[in-house]
């Protein structure tokens, strides 16, 4: 069974700066999608960005882009010129590849404080 | 506009008096599912649906029913709702496929206490 772990339940950066979301997982297939969704207080689960396993290049979208490393089984989320908005919670997420389900597998999630 | 419409969005109900969260999309999607998110357990799958008429335990099925009679329309049931089943409860709602089409759409949430 696949399996996704989110070893950092608080982080905190300064406004303006850089910070770092770590995502491990767990699995024995080679096609699958992994997710990045933010959870603001008003609960809303929203996409960040996504990745496919087969791809090489690491996704990117705005101020938000990762570090997907397929061997080590490893997908931080990297988020640049941090803004108060960005103050949620995080969940890392898993999806198979096989196309015949939508199930999501979740990390236990990071809470991000951004610091004026 | 995509959206999964969930209600309620808050409910206070006591041990044993059975209640229902309605869950609908008008994305035309096949699968359909219900997670619950607890602190530091993420969000588990409850139940999910392939289509009309089919449905299937996730992997925390205890204590919850579900049914799909329209594609649309996927209700979850708590039949007799102990302290236990206290959580966030989230529907959501995806294409079957791959490709870049067939992220999950969820619902706003619905934050249950049983008491």
């Known amino acids: 069974a696949q399996t996704v772990t989110q070893s950092q339940p608080e982080m905190s950066v300064q406004e303006a700066e850089t910070v770092t979301l770590s995502c491990t997982y767990d699995t024995s297939e080679s096609d699958y999608y992994l997710f990045w969704y933010k959870q603001p207080p008003s609960r809303q689960m929203i996409l960040v960005i996504r990745q496919e396993a087969y791809k090489q290049q690491n996704a990117t979208e705005n101020r938000f882009s990762v570090n997907f490393q397929k061997a080590a089984k490893s997908f931080s989320l990297k988020i640049s010129d941090s803004q108060l908005g960005d103050a949620a919670m995080y969940f890392c997420?898993?999806?198979?590849?096989?196309?015949?389900?939508?199930?999501?597998?979740f990390g236990q999630g990071t809470t991000l404080q951004v610091k004026p | 506009e995509a959206q999964v419409t969930q209600n309620p969005r808050y409910l206070i109900t006591v041990t044993g008096k059975k209640l229902t969260v309605t869950c609908s999309q008008n994305m035309n999607h096949e699968y359909m599912s219900w997670y619950r998110q607890d602190p530091g357990l993420g969000l588990r799958q409850i139940y999910y649906?392939?289509?009309?008429?089919?449905?299937d335990k996730g992997d925390v099925p205890e204590g919850y029913k579900v049914s799909r009679k329209e594609k649309r329309n996927f209700p979850l049931i708590l039949e007799s709702p102990s302290p236990n089943q206290t959580s966030l409860y989230f529907c959501?709602?995806?294409?079957?496929?791959?490709?870049?089409?067939?992220?999950?759409?969820f619902g706003q949430g619905t934050r249950l206490t049983v008491v």
């Open positions: 649906s392939m289509n009309v008429e089919v449905t």
């Open positions: 997420a898993y999806r198979s590849g096989s196309g015949n389900t939508g199930k999501l597998i």
């Open positions: 959501a709602s995806t294409a079957l496929g791959t490709g870049p089409n067939t992220e999950a759409f």
